[in-house]
């Protein structure tokens, strides 16, 4: 497992944090690198009002790096703006107003551009944990490019293993981009049915037809492909010695397991393609993007419309190692809904894990006979995990709701059949077939109310965090998954203005009992000391003495950290006429320190003495 690093000191506020990715730093958290720390503007009070491209982090290795970070913009809408206004059916809303949501801001959707344009207190800026590093001095230089007084320090701090790391954001003085140059998701999204000058906001059919999508997420660890809003049919995993073979016939999401009046196949109105011939001449559907976000650090793929509930809503969140996937029901009452991934005939020969069944079951298109999950294990604070683990990869779920419902039914959902036949089991599209498939089911018998707009109502939202891992992950592995979902790192932010200071060496003479000889070369042993404020990249020291030596005696000089030395040896001529019976050697120095300071010094030097024949 990778090893973590981060942290967000906080003006006087604590944010917990999200899950996602990255490399390697001192005093981290042990394995949470690929957990990403998101804060909002709130938790980041100096630096709010900032130009979003202005603000850039670094991490303290010695000397400061360059991480990537990322400002995502979010506002407050009235929901019905997702929509264009027009002829469209009664439960979309009208052209009336409907209910206020904190939306991800996006120009290029219905959603629009944040009316503040500055990181103001609802935004999110996000990194990733390996990229923290240690704590930088109070004292010393800042990185070139940066704001001195604009340093916040971030602590993040890991509730699981224990350890902290530290990561500092400044306001960028010069052309720094916030990427670093780093990409860790790559999110292609392209609807293939736009052509020429048509737009996702203009063009977009946001009502009674599809809208085919040739769209692709792809990471170091994985890969994924949607051909619509609701609809994913490709999964290929390549982290460590994973195959990379796709395993993926479909991601379902389906009300009732014995029907497909409502599936994601009528949700992205593609009513002709579901097994149920009778839905062909069905049009009641809609839908809408809230935000297409490809981003350094993290992608953001958020929409909206599933037939009669047009502001139910699902969104993903992907990161190099995992994808947080949500959905917030706001619908009308309903009976079962289920939400899960079906496995393709690539996937036989895996195993099937879940916290009720760690010994595992082959996933061969035979039925099993598991234990599943129940509420108590996936509700308000409660967290399940599924697996599937092979030479293919590994797909490590981690489940878990949010709801005010009384009494709620909530469970686990698994079928390993390829000729799937029970009333039960109705296969709503795909290759007709269920193979590994796992994911989350609300129960029933009847769901209440959770559209606002229709009275009172109760919030539910349900939280799948997927994890793309090696073949090697097991039971154990799921679990640490599981734990690090139900115990996010926490982050502060504290305004930390690094002060100025200077660079400096120190140079003593190792072999104080030395002679030169009129004439010939002395091997002095020196220790050069960092006694300055600031790391020293390089540099150059030299000896003089106009009476005494032949020429100057100089010595070049690599990085040294603060208090920091290395001894050298510097072979010295003295002069043939030299007189006397002791030699004073004037010492000088030249070094660049860290974020392009130049500084130089003469302290003082040192004495030799002069061996004579006899």
């Excluded at 009275?455 to 349900?462: E, I, R, W």
């Excluded at 502060?492 to 070369?521: C, D, E, F």
């Excluded at 020291?541 to 000089?557: M, P, Q, Y």
Aim: charged share 25%; net charge neutral; hydrophobic share 30%.
């Amino acid at each position: 497992m990778k090893t973590f690093a981060r942290t967000l000191a906080g003006l006087g506020l604590a944010a917990a944090i999200t899950i996602g990715l990255a490399g390697t730093a001192n005093a981290a958290p042990a394995d949470r690198s690929g957990d990403a720390v998101v804060l909002k503007g709130s938790d980041l009070g100096d630096l709010v009002g900032t130009e979003p491209g202005k603000i850039v982090g670094f991490a303290w290795n010695g000397r400061w790096e360059q991480i990537p970070v990322q400002v995502d913009e979010r506002h407050t809408i009235d929901v019905r703006q997702l929509y264009p206004e027009g002829d469209f059916p009664p439960y979309v809303g009208g052209n009336a107003p409907d209910f206020d949501l904190e939306v991800y801001a996006d120009p290029k959707t219905r959603s629009g551009a944040d009316e503040d344009a500055t990181f103001d207190a609802d935004d999110e800026l996000t990194f990733m944990g390996g990229d923290a590093g240690g704590t930088a001095p109070s004292v010393g230089s800042v990185p070139s490019g940066t704001d001195r007084s604009s340093a916040v320090k971030v602590d993040v701090d890991d509730p699981v293993g224990g350890g902290s790391a530290y990561v500092y954001l400044f306001k960028a003085a010069g052309d720094l981009d916030p990427s670093a140059g780093k990409d860790y998701v790559d999110y292609d999204f392209k609807l293939t049915n736009l052509t020429g000058s048509q737009t996702l906001k203009d063009d977009y059919g946001y009502f009674s037809q599809f809208n085919p999508e040739d769209s692709t997420v792809k990471t170091d660890d994985y890969e994924l492909h949607s051909i619509d809003r609701w609809m994913e049919d490709q999964m290929k995993i390549t982290m460590g010695n994973s195959t990379g073979v796709d395993i993926l016939d479909r991601e379902v999401a389906q009300a009732t397991k014995t029907g497909c009046g409502r599936s994601e196949y009528t949700f992205s109105g593609r009513w002709k393609q579901d097994s149920t011939p009778g839905n062909d001449s069905s049009t009641d559907n809609e839908g809408t993007y809230i935000a297409v976000i490809d981003g350094p650090v993290r992608a953001i793929r958020s929409y909206m419309g599933a037939n009669s509930g047009p502001y139910v809503q699902r969104e993903h969140i992907y990161y190099q190692d995992h994808e947080q996937n949500t959905i917030f029901l706001r619908v009308h009452p309903m009976l079962d809904l289920y939400a899960w991934t079906d496995y393709s005939p690539a996937a036989i020969g895996m195993t099937y894990r879940d916290l009720k069944n760690t010994g595992g079951v082959p996933v061969d298109g035979n039925p099993d006979s598991i234990v599943p999950a129940t509420t108590a294990d996936v509700a308000n604070g409660a967290y399940a995990w599924q697996q599937l683990s092979g030479p293919q990869g590994s797909v490590s779920t981690v489940v878990g709701s949010d709801t005010d419902i009384p009494n709620p039914n909530f469970g686990t959902y698994y079928l390993d059949d390829s000729t799937p036949t029970g009333a039960n089991e109705v296969q709503c599209g795909g290759d007709g077939q269920s193979i590994g498939a796992s994911g989350f089911g609300i129960l029933g018998p009847v769901t209440p109310n959770t559209d606002p707009r229709l009275g009172n109502h109760n919030d539910l939202t349900v939280k799948r965090t997927r994890y793309f891992g090696p073949p090697s992950d097991g039971a154990t592995q799921a679990e640490n998954y599981t734990e690090r979902v139900s115990k996010p790192l926490i982050a502060s932010a504290t305004a930390s203005p690094i002060k100025s200071g200077h660079a400096r060496i120190k140079v003593k003479l190792l072999n104080k009992r030395v002679k030169a000889r009129p004439g010939k070369q002395v091997r002095l042993k020196l220790r050069v000391i960092n006694n300055g404020a600031l790391v020293i990249q390089k540099g150059t020291f030299c000896l003089t003495s106009k009476r005494g030596l032949a020429k100057k005696a100089c010595k070049k000089i690599g990085a040294l950290k603060l208090g920091k030395g290395r001894t050298v040896t510097v072979k010295a001529k003295v002069k043939k006429r030299v007189k006397g019976k002791r030699l004073h050697l004037n010492l000088g120095y030249t070094v660049r320190a860290e974020s392009g300071t130049v500084a130089g010094g003469q302290p003082g030097g040192f004495n030799i003495g002069i061996r004579r024949k006899k």
